[in-house]
């Protein structure tokens, strides 16, 4: 006779959320307030007044003897010799975690600086380990938009799978009188979507039961994931809902072309068996004939007769080679963002390690002043990056 405990099932997987910097502290009061279930949440910050405003369960301050509880001045070098001096601090939150996610807004200090060494501290307890960031807007600047890029690099050498989801492409359609504080508050809810989507899989209860081994299977070693979100309601709302999550904006451009993994979310009341039939052949087809592909579905009542999908895509490193595109096509060679960020913090001491977390530059949009992003120039587009830096 098979026994159940109510209270404690060591089969159910540990879910960890950390946020790093201030982006990665809105990211988690985003979740918080949408009354995100099944996961803790940790917030990681030198700045203490931030950490003060989050809503996580545990708050970490790091390098309180460097920053003075101040933020990391938008110096990802600065970000990671704090992490470093809390290393066990950081340590102690990782442990005992099955999935660990790490999310951060890259392109400042604490953020792009500390997450990789988080990161890191993640993996190497053998949790499933994945980073959902976001890359700064266009009028951020260059500096900015190089070191989330170094950040990004070093990130992939650290996680199973990273989403990169850029900001730009978030007020591409948003209206004209979109205000700077809702642009923001747009970039926290998609970092919480893409967490939730995740997430979801393993934690809520549906008809269709997908486990931590069946996420596990797709995101380990994956590299770089792209993330669609479709929505619609009325007649053919599946297929509608897929359209839109494969060509979503957050993908790129790219679509899911290639993918030889993808994780399928259905989300909704009274979803019929031929929607997913539909949906499902419309997935298919768009990623890589011999593609491992894993769906779940999610019922929940007063979802107003809509249907939400979220795919997550991953194993395009199997295929694509590693470089950064610019929209124009070009190039974005390493030097370049290198030679930004060494002019920019040219007197920042880089600390020695074994394996040296940072080349070049990093940061985090851990110091979410307004004015300070407003004061940064206007640069050209986000930059793509494709493989796992690791292959």
Not at 336 to 361: C, N, Q, S, Y
Request: glycine share 10%; with cysteine; net charge negative.
């Amino acid at each position: 006779m098979l026994e159940f405990e109510n209270d404690r099932n060591e089969s159910i997987a540990v879910i960890k959320v950390i946020g790093v910097g201030g982006g990665g502290c809105n990211a988690i009061n985003t979740m918080i307030k949408n009354n995100m279930k099944g996961v803790q949440f940790y917030a990681v910050n030198t700045d203490i007044k931030s950490l003060r405003s989050c809503f996580a369960q545990e708050k970490i301050q790091i390098g309180a003897t460097l920053t003075k509880g101040l933020g990391a001045g938008s110096d990802p070098l600065l970000g990671q010799k704090c992490a470093e001096e809390d290393r066990e601090k950081l340590q102690q939150i990782v442990e005992g975690a099955d999935i660990v996610f790490v999310t951060a807004g890259l392109g400042g200090g604490t953020g792009t600086g500390a997450s990789p060494i988080v990161a890191e501290l993640a993996k190497d307890t053998g949790a499933l380990t994945i980073a959902v960031v976001t890359k700064p807007f266009d009028f951020e600047g260059p500096v900015r938009l190089a070191q989330a890029e170094s950040g990004i690099k070093e990130l992939k050498k650290n996680v199973d799978a990273l989403i990169a989801i850029p900001n730009q492409k978030l007020i591409a359609n948003a209206e004209k009188s979109t205000s700077i504080i809702e642009s923001f508050r747009m970039a926290d809810d998609v970092l919480y979507q893409g967490v939730q989507s995740i997430s979801d899989l393993v934690v809520e209860t549906g008809y269709i039961v997908v486990d931590f081994r069946d996420v596990k299977t797709i995101m380990t070693g994956a590299g770089t994931a792209l993330m669609g979100i479709g929505e619609d309601s009325g007649e053919n709302r599946a297929v509608r809902a897929a359209q839109k999550a494969i060509s979503n904006p957050l993908l790129d451009g790219n679509g899911i072309q290639g993918a030889t993994g993808v994780l399928v979310n259905f989300t909704g009341e009274d979803i019929q068996t031929l929607e997913v039939e539909e949906a499902m052949s419309m997935i298919r087809s768009s990623a890589d004939s011999n593609a491992h592909i894993i769906w779940g579905l999610v019922t929940k009542d007063n979802f107003e007769r809509k249907i939400k999908i979220t795919v997550i895509a991953t194993g395009f490193g199997k295929k694509v080679k590693d470089r950064d595109v610019i929209d124009d096509g070009e190039e974005t060679d390493q030097a370049d963002i290198d030679e930004i960020i060494k002019d920019t913090f040219a007197h920042t001491e880089v600390i020695k390690r074994k394996r040296p977390l940072m080349r070049g530059g990093l940061s985090s949009s851990g110091d979410r002043e307004i004015e300070d992003e407003l004061n940064l120039p206007k640069f050209l587009r986000s930059v793509i990056t494709s493989k796992n830096s690791a292959d």
